[in-house]
């Protein structure tokens, strides 16, 4: 069993995410930015850590995942505000990874979003485009990183339940629940033929752990 580290640790996906892992016998601790929030993880069976990723340099970031197995980034700004935006989804999860890089910690999962591409197509004058510029230009650095990577990208997040089922490149906008997106993170866990690949995906017909495998 592996001992990770999730970023964005009281995300909605997040707290889906934490006692699924802690279920698997991992050892789970979760980084958030509230002191407030530590029950809400505690709940789940993680382990909550309290700091601030948006202002962590490296050398901090480095001391905060080294021991651990797994860098998961589930952290983002949460759109509005195009300055937090760059600093959270694109600076800090690349410091986060450059910070994996350092420690030794060689297993990192990003979830991402089904658009993240060089060619997103977003308009500059969009209110979404930060989020657009920011996804990628992470998701890039990472692909180009000597990390074992695996880059996860559901479509549109739903909070319907889970059908524990989905689809590999849907057409559309890949809705997906986010329960479901847990689940496939704790799959892309237990799958290193996951590692070194995109995976897009919404909800489909195909049970997730044949979804993803190679």
Do not use: C
């Not at 209110?127 to 920011?134: G, T």
């Not at 689940?183 to 866990?189: C, E, F, K, L, R």
Request: aromatic fraction near 6%.
């Amino acid at each position: 069993m592996a001992r990770i580290l999730i970023f964005g640790g009281h995300g909605r996906i997040a707290l889906l995410l934490e006692p699924l892992l802690v279920a698997a016998g991992h050892t789970v601790t979760a980084v958030i930015r509230n002191r407030e929030h530590e029950a809400d993880v505690a709940a789940t069976g993680a382990q909550p850590l309290v700091a601030d990723v948006e202002r962590f340099d490296l050398a901090q970031l480095t001391n905060l995942v080294s021991g651990n197995d797994i860098v998961v980034w589930t952290a983002g700004a949460g759109g509005g505000d195009t300055s937090r935006t760059y600093a959270v989804d694109r600076d800090a999860a690349i410091r986060s990874m450059d910070a994996a890089a350092a420690a030794d910690v060689e297993r990192y999962v990003m979830v991402s979003w089904i658009g993240s591409r060089a060619d997103h197509g977003v308009d500059p004058e969009s209110s979404f485009f930060a989020y657009a510029d920011a996804k990628w230009a992470a998701d890039a650095h990472l692909a180009d990183s000597d990390l074992d990577w695996t880059i996860l990208a559901p479509g549109t997040l739903t909070l319907d339940a889970p059908t524990g089922r989905i689809e590999v490149d849907p057409d559309g906008s890949g809705a997906v629940p986010r329960a479901d997106v847990a689940t496939v993170v704790v799959a892309t866990i237990a799958d290193d033929t996951t590692i070194g690949r995109t995976i897009r995906f919404g909800s489909g017909d195909e049970f997730i752990g044949h979804a993803i495998a190679r």
